[in-house]
């Protein structure tokens, strides 16, 4: 298996194990989509952490021995599992950390992309979108995500160059949003993990929701949304008990539902 699905406390960790280089294909995408259900479906993992289990990479994108050997089919059908499951990432209402401890290229980044956090490890290695390198674009959402979250120049020099970057510099851009120290990594990460997995998780998947439906409609469209899932969200246990905790003068102990 290629990923593995874990449970520490509350926190549902998906670990890629696909030596060397975490490259994947359409096997271990559906690999990823199963461990993706099978956490969201799970009440008792209430935040979720996607990490490498490989020292210097946290993936390099696509297989290239697959794109060699497919057809064209082959090669849409790869594009279709692994869009499918970048929207599974982003549409699962629980909240997704990338823990990058190396390398994140090609479809590697956009996979990070996906995710709501980015943390990375401050150390070296390499981050780019390098598929111009084969006379190809990305096509795992980065020409789509990244642009979002940097400059849409700096997003296309990075595509239509494939230079990479170090991750101080990914840090320095917004690519990522912590860099944090070796020996302080795995820590920072699954504390704030569990911080989340705490709280009142249902109002955070919401909100999740309602952010990226919501940057991708009207403003009009994004405050429905956002008053729907409110008038979802006031009849939930944890909003119930939200209030009584704020009103008792107490810590809530929220339960995710």
């Not at 670990?15 to 479906?41: C, F, G, S, W």
């Not at 064209?72 to 279709?80: G, R, S, V």
């Not at 209030?243 to 539902?257: D, H, L, T, Y």
Request: contains cysteine.
């Amino acid at each position: 298996m290629s990923i593995e699905l874990t449970q520490e406390g509350l926190i549902g960790v998906i670990t890629m194990n696909a030596a060397p280089v975490n490259a994947y294909d359409v096997p271990m995408l559906l690999e990823l989509q199963k461990a993706i259900h099978e956490a969201r479906q799970n009440e008792h993992m209430r935040a979720l952490v996607v990490k490498s289990g490989l020292p210097k990479f946290f993936s390099a994108g696509a297989d290239i021995k697959t794109l060699q050997n497919s057809n064209a089919t082959e090669f849409a059908n790869l594009l279709t599992v692994a869009h499918e499951t970048m929207h599974l990432m982003e549409n699962t209402p629980k909240i997704i950390i990338a823990a990058i401890a190396g390398h994140a290229l090609g479809g590697g980044l956009e996979m990070a992309l996906a995710c709501d956090f980015r943390f990375a490890m401050d150390k070296k290695y390499q981050v780019g979108l390098v598929e111009i390198n084969l006379g190809l674009n990305p096509a795992m959402g980065g020409t789509q995500r990244l642009p979002r979250i940097v400059s849409r120049s700096r997003a296309l020099h990075m595509i239509a160059t494939g230079e990479t970057i170090d991750a101080g510099t990914a840090t320095e851009w917004g690519i990522f949003d912590r860099l944090i120290p070796e020996a302080d990594f795995e820590d920072e990460v699954m504390g704030y993990a569990s911080k989340l997995a705490s709280g009142p998780t249902l109002a955070q998947g919401m909100a999740k929701l309602s952010i990226n439906t919501g940057m991708e409609s009207s403003l009009g469209d994004g405050l429905t949304l956002e008053r729907s899932h409110q008038n979802i969200l006031f009849k939930s246990d944890d909003a119930q008990e939200g209030v009584n905790a704020f009103v008792e003068k107490r810590q809530a102990e929220f339960k995710g539902r």
